[in-house]
């Protein structure tokens, strides 16, 4: 027949392989795309044999097949689907289609246990009897007409692992290739599930794995081996979350040891040589070892085991044959040899990619062995991390959008499923439904924060092991850059071409950065003057702080993120961070990079809302050590207090402003009209720092003036994505209207209005068309009580006024003349005056004869109302003092 195999995984290699022994077609492989850049081993198979491989991130969109996906999937011409261990959601289009239908692999014995997590249930429940279905698929997933059945005994101490390896992993390929024999000689049945005895528990995850110690002893005992490793039963103990596997009925007494209190548990554990003896609520006992159940190896993991034996021997040299129990560091190996034995593994097994720790922590050869082929099967331990895309074809490229919450290492739809739409300020429309948090996600998040920090691997983590994840995923970014950019020119507006630089490249750069300064946190030591006996050594730490919020505006989203989140990471802290409401989406595909590279569950957590309320819980949350905000001062204020009366958390603010920039006549004319064009245009104006005011000496104040309009007729203004654009949409309609009006103020108190002032239209449209793109606006004549004059417009206007050269101190008293302090500039040939104006500007950046020049190595915050916290790294830790006397 010609078959489409439609899975993943070594199960469905095998099946593959097996179909084509027994002399079938396969006529298209259709599986997961790579991870990591590492392809499913069904993939693999099928791409050296040639057959058609197809690795389609999803086959549906909100219920609806995607035509394009089944069209393809349609060309293979299949007269029977094959579906062994699939993960994806596959449309009825496609399952309908052949002749034949379709038939699913199921470890279950249908109907009982059906669901995702079929036999961790069939353990849990305590059943005598497990197995595998072979079904015909229906859209019930699981409630269609049985094929064939097989079934095993489950023993007192069968865990997860251990059926799987004995019985539904070989026997399984086997039965679904006679489930194929059976449909190709005309004689297989479909019978009916009956409804009697069908269950569907829950998808067993780590938050729900939580022991009941209420319970009799093999009940709670069928609980810890029905998780497995994986998820993993847990329980709390001294205060922390701790795994519990290899569990065994004990009959009779046990040895004594040590007891060890247990949160919720009827009386304590016993801590013996052998292991943990546990106890159930009637008294009876179980035992924890700690060996996880050896892996019955395939014929081709047999053969690699072989070759990796060949492996040790030729490192060991003077180990005259490598054993199962052959240590590999207490018979000589050294560093370099582990960089080998990875680089060894590489080459024999592609789909087996092993760090240097997996050796350290597996120094036998059995449990090396088993840990590769574990692997290789897709079993280490590591959950896959689901992502619900929304994807788009734009930018000649499919970018792929997660769109939901991130919250303790997972994509989460907000309580009560609450959405809402973001809008691409291109053209008005919504890019796609973007999950709402709620009072309850915020909670969720900081306590998985505060979990991770307190009690996970991440507290506890080398802070060059840190650095080395940091650098990781300023990696991955920079392989996602055209992605990113183009989610950012989506989203907020930017033009494609400075958000690949600056919004996303100053963001790689950022992270890199601080990677290095992970293992570089130091103190210092203090001599102090004490009573005798003056023997004292007092010297000081620098620590993490804890649970950081992390609040960010939109008019650099991915930026934004990165200058706060980079320097709260490498400082050892754990972050709930919200994006600006209106430009979500480079954030939460930032958690997904996160999330690939490895960083813990919990680190770092992502939360798309509002700011009344997502901003306002963070701000009062008692867990939460320090919050860092970026935003207008209005904001700014109300935050500090609600920090300030909640907990007394630490807060660095960079808030509005409104920059001075002094021209004088012996600037370098052509710079300082290139550089004054930047200062305020740049970004569409949506710049923090932007120059909010232009002062130009009056002998050059027309001529500058003059050569700045013929500038600005030379700027185009329209489709971000252009490569020709210079400048795109401003970030949203209520910003938008904020600008005109700011214009009209300006016409109203009687400032010269030279260009600008209002939306732009497209040739052949009309104003009030969707977009919302702003004509770049200057204004002259503008006195220092104008409206204008005083207050931010976050946007493309250009403000100048005039002085007189003679009276430097009158212009710096100007200039200095608002509430505001975040940046300032100057141009001027003379050293002298340059050094002397800088000096007198009270602001927390001063650019000379240049602008916008930043750099995450450079203190960046403000002074008076534009808020403080310069020293990025130093703002997300905290000094202990430490005097021992001697």
């Known amino acids: 027949m010609k078959i489409a195999v439609i899975g993943q995984s070594l199960f469905g290699q095998e099946v593959y392989k097996e179909l084509r022994k027994e002399g079938h077609t396969i006529v298209g492989v259709f599986t997961i795309p790579d991870k990591d850049g590492k392809a499913d081993p069904l993939a693999t198979e099928a791409e050296k044999d040639g057959v058609p491989v197809f690795k389609f991130p999803r086959w549906r969109l909100k219920g609806q097949a995607l035509p394009e996906v089944v069209a393809q999937y349609k060309a293979a011409g299949a007269e029977l689907n094959v579906l062994p261990f699939c993960s994806q959601f596959i449309p009825m289009e496609v399952i309908d289609h052949p002749h034949h239908g379709s038939v699913i692999y199921h470890p279950s014995l249908l109907p009982r246990h059906r669901g995702a997590s079929a036999i961790n249930w069939t353990l849990i429940h305590g059943d005598t009897k497990a197995g595998f279905t072979v079904f015909w698929a229906d859209d019930g997933l699981d409630t269609g007409p049985i094929l064939l059945q097989r079934e095993c005994d489950v023993e007192a101490n069968d865990t997860v692992n251990t059926i799987y390896n004995r019985f539904l992993f070989p026997e399984g390929v086997k039965g679904t290739v006679e489930a194929v024999r059976l449909i190709a000689e005309g004689k297989a049945p479909r019978m009916t599930q009956p409804s009697e005895g069908a269950t569907y528990e829950c998808i067993q995850k780590k938050d729900n794995s939580k022991i009941d110690w209420n319970q009799p002893a093999e009940a709670i005992h069928n609980w810890i081996r029905g998780n497995d490793k994986v998820p993993g039963a847990w329980a709390k103990v001294d205060g922390q979350a701790v795994t519990f596997y290899g569990s065994s009925l004990v009959d009779g007494a046990v040895a004594r040891g040590d007891p060890l209190e247990i949160e919720g548990a009827s009386c304590p554990g016993v801590v013996t040589k052998a292991g943990l003896v546990l106890y159930g609520n009637d008294g009876k006992t179980y035992f924890i070892s700690g060996d996880s159940a050896a892996v019955e190896l395939t014929g081709e993991e047999q053969a690699f085991a072989l070759q990796m034996r060949d492996v040790w021997s030729s490192i060991l040299t003077n180990v005259t044959e490598v054993e199962d129990s052959t240590d590999f560091f207490k018979s000589g190996a050294a560093s370099m040899d582990v960089v080998r034995l990875v680089e060894e593994v590489k080459l024999r097994a592609a789909g087996c990619q092993l760090q240097n720790e997996d050796v350290y922590m597996n120094t036998s050869f059995q449990e090396f062995i088993q840990m590769c082929v574990r692997k290789l099967r897709g079993e280490d331990g590591e959950e896959e991390l689901q992502v619900d895309y929304v994807e788009k074809d734009v930018n000649n490229m499919t970018i792929r959008m997660p769109h939901q919450l991130f919250i303790n290492g997972e994509f989460v739809d907000a309580e009560g499923g609450k959405t809402y739409k973001t809008i691409n300020p291109t053209d008005g429309t919504a890019i796609c439904e973007v999950s709402l948090a709620q009072v309850s996600d915020v909670d969720r998040a900081v306590a998985a924060a505060k979990e991770a920090f307190e009690e996970g691997e991440w507290g506890r983590m080398n802070p060059r092991d840190r650095g080395r994840l940091l650098y990781k995923l300023a990696d991955l970014m920079e392989q996602h850059q055209e992605e990113l950019a183009t989610i950012e020119t989506l989203d907020s507006g930017a033009v494609y071409t400075l958000a690949l630089k600056t919004h996303v490249g100053m963001s790689i750069q950022t992270f890199r950065y601080f990677a290095g300064w992970c293992d570089k946190i130091q103190g210092s030591t203090i001599p102090i003057n004490q009573a005798r006996p003056n023997r004292n050594l007092t010297f000081t730490k620098k620590e993490p702080i804890g649970v950081c919020a992390i609040v960010i505006p939109w008019n650099y989203p991915l930026m934004m993120l990165a200058w706060k989140t980079a320097a709260c990471l490498a400082a050892g802290n754990t972050v709930v961070l919200k994006p600006a409401q209106v430009t ?12 690939r590279v490895g960083f813990p569950k919990g680190v770092i957590n992502i939360l798309p809302g509002s700011g009344s309320v997502v901003g306002q819980r963070l701000s009062d949350h008692p867990d939460v050590r320090k919050l860092g905000f970026t935003g207008s001062t209005e904001i700014g204020k109300h935050i500090m207090k609600s920090c300030a009366v909640s907990n007394v958390k630490k807060v660095s603010l960079e808030l509005g402003g409104k920059s001075p920039l002094i021209i004088f006549s012996d600037c370098d004319l052509d710079k300082a009209v290139r550089m004054g064009m930047s200062s305020v245009f740049f970004n569409k104006g949506e710049n923090c720092i932007a120059a909010g005011r232009l002062f130009v000496e009056d002998t050059i104040h027309d001529v500058f003036v003059a050569r700045v309009l013929e500038e600005m007729k030379k700027m185009k203004v329209g489709d971000p994505l252009d490569r020709s654009t210079d400048h795109g949409p401003q970030n949203h309609k209520a910003h938008l209207d904020k600008l ?6 300006g016409t109203k108190e009687g400032a010269t209005l030279l260009r600008g002032g209002h939306q732009v239209d497209r040739p052949g449209e009309q104003v009030d068309r969707p977009g919302f793109f702003f004509e770049p606006t200057l204004f002259t004549d503008v006195q220092d009580h104008m409206f204008i004059a005083v207050e931010e417009s976050f946007g493309p206007v250009m403000i100048v006024s005039s002085f007189k050269g003679s009276d430097v101190d ?10 505001y302090g975040l940046a300032s500039g100057v141009f001027t040939r003379d050293i ?6 800088s000096d007198k500007l009270n602001a927390g950046t001063v650019f000379v004869n240049t602008y ?9 915050g403000g002074f008076k109302q534009s808020g403080f916290g310069q020293d990025a790294l130093n703002e997300y830790l905290k000094t202990k003092a430490v005097t021992i006397e001697y």
């Open 740 to 745: 005109l009006e700011f214009c009209q103020t």
């Open 852 to 860: 916008n020049k930043t750099d995450v190595a450079a203190p960046f």
């Open 832 to 837: 002298s005056k340059a050094l002397y104006v």
């Open 810 to 819: 009158e212009v710096l008293r100007r200039a200095n003349a608002t509430e």
């Open 584 to 595: 979500p989406l480079t954030a939460v595909k930032f958690a997904e990079l996160a999330a």
